[in-house]
């Protein structure tokens, strides 16, 4: 229960967390050496792994690049049940609860629970909502699933609310990898009020000042991924504004 205990202790005192989303396909070996050395000196609280499709057999060297780099806690964000990995720490177990696709539901879940079982991966069940963001992104195709409507904020409350009443420990609402529009600061705010289990958002976020105003909506966690890809050096200005809120 460590990864998820660090969250709620830090959420009980306040504390704005930061996740760095690594896409193994989309880094090379140096390239993710320089994201762990500057995600240590940024204080980052995770790195997330995982692509909706990864198409190169780079996930395990990946994480133990990270590992041998740093000792932030490595959290599996799969997009199917092909990214499973024992050196990873801990996995977020998602279940998308915004569509109708019993695959994405329970199906794939239910291929994956012996594998985790054997495992030491720490497995926190997790309500993952993917919000319209104005083009389909990879996420919303390879999940055959129909997203939130952007100005949905009750459906998006509700689907919250739903999540935790089924015993979910998180919820993450995610605008998609690359998102032309994040999750506006309106919805972040009526789901924070919905819920009180943490809430992680993602998706589109580019810039320091986006990732502040998601955590005064009501973010927990801010997840950023591919704005970091194109500029590593990003780091550091996220996780200052995040930290400091
Ligand atoms: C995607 O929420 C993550 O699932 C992060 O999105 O890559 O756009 O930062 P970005």
Redesign the pocket.
Do not use: W
């Given at each position: 229960m460590e990864i998820y205990s660090q969250i709620q202790k830090k959420k009980a005192n306040g504390k704005k967390q930061f996740a760095v989303?690594i896409d193994p396909d989309k880094l090379d070996d140096k390239q993710v050496r320089e994201v762990a050395e500057l995600a240590l000196k940024a204080r980052v609280d995770f790195f997330f792994i995982g692509g909706s499709l990864l198409i190169n057999d780079s996930l395990d060297t990946c994480i133990t690049t990270l590992k041998k780099e740093t000792a932030i806690p490595v959290v599996l964000f799969p997009g199917n049940n092909m990214q499973l990995s024992y050196r990873a720490d801990g996995i977020l177990f998602l279940s998308l609860i915004s569509g109708r696709n019993p695959e994405m539901l329970i199906g794939r879940h239910v291929i994956a629970a012996p594998y985790l079982r054997l495992s030491s991966l720490e497995v926190i069940s997790t309500g993952y909502m993917l919000i319209e963001s104005g083009r389909p992104t990879t996420?919303s195709y390879m999940s055959s699933s129909v997203p939130i409507p952007a100005d949905k904020v009750d459906i998006a409350c509700c689907t919250a609310m739903a999540g935790e009443m089924l015993g979910l420990k998180l919820i993450y609402m995610?605008a998609?990898?690359?998102?032309l529009n994040p999750i506006s600061d309106k919805m972040i705010q009526s789901v924070r009020s919905s819920i009180s289990i943490p809430l992680i958002i993602?998706?589109?976020?580019r810039t320091p000042q986006l990732a502040e105003t998601n955590c005064k909506a009501g973010a927990d966690i801010i997840?950023?991924?591919?704005?970091i890809e194109k500029d590593a050096s990003l780091i550091t200005e996220i996780g200052a504004a995040i930290h400091s809120c």
């Amino acid at each position: 229960m460590e990864i998820y205990s660090q969250i709620q202790k830090k959420k009980a005192n306040g504390k704005k967390q930061f996740a760095v989303l690594i896409d193994p396909d989309k880094l090379d070996d140096k390239q993710v050496r320089e994201v762990a050395e500057l995600a240590l000196k940024a204080r980052v609280d995770f790195f997330f792994i995982g692509g909706s499709l990864l198409i190169n057999d780079s996930l395990d060297t990946c994480i133990t690049t990270l590992k041998k780099e740093t000792a932030i806690p490595v959290v599996l964000f799969p997009g199917n049940n092909m990214q499973l990995s024992y050196r990873a720490d801990g996995i977020l177990f998602l279940s998308l609860i915004s569509g109708r696709n019993p695959e994405m539901l329970i199906g794939r879940h239910v291929i994956a629970a012996p594998y985790l079982r054997l495992s030491s991966l720490e497995v926190i069940s997790t309500g993952y909502m993917l919000i319209e963001s104005g083009r389909p992104t990879t996420v919303s195709y390879m999940s055959s699933s129909v997203p939130i409507p952007a100005d949905k904020v009750d459906i998006a409350c509700c689907t919250a609310m739903a999540g935790e009443m089924l015993g979910l420990k998180l919820i993450y609402m995610d605008a998609g990898s690359g998102a032309l529009n994040p999750i506006s600061d309106k919805m972040i705010q009526s789901v924070r009020s919905s819920i009180s289990i943490p809430l992680i958002i993602g998706g589109g976020i580019r810039t320091p000042q986006l990732a502040e105003t998601n955590c005064k909506a009501g973010a927990d966690i801010i997840v950023v991924g591919n704005a970091i890809e194109k500029d590593a050096s990003l780091i550091t200005e996220i996780g200052a504004a995040i930290h400091s809120c």
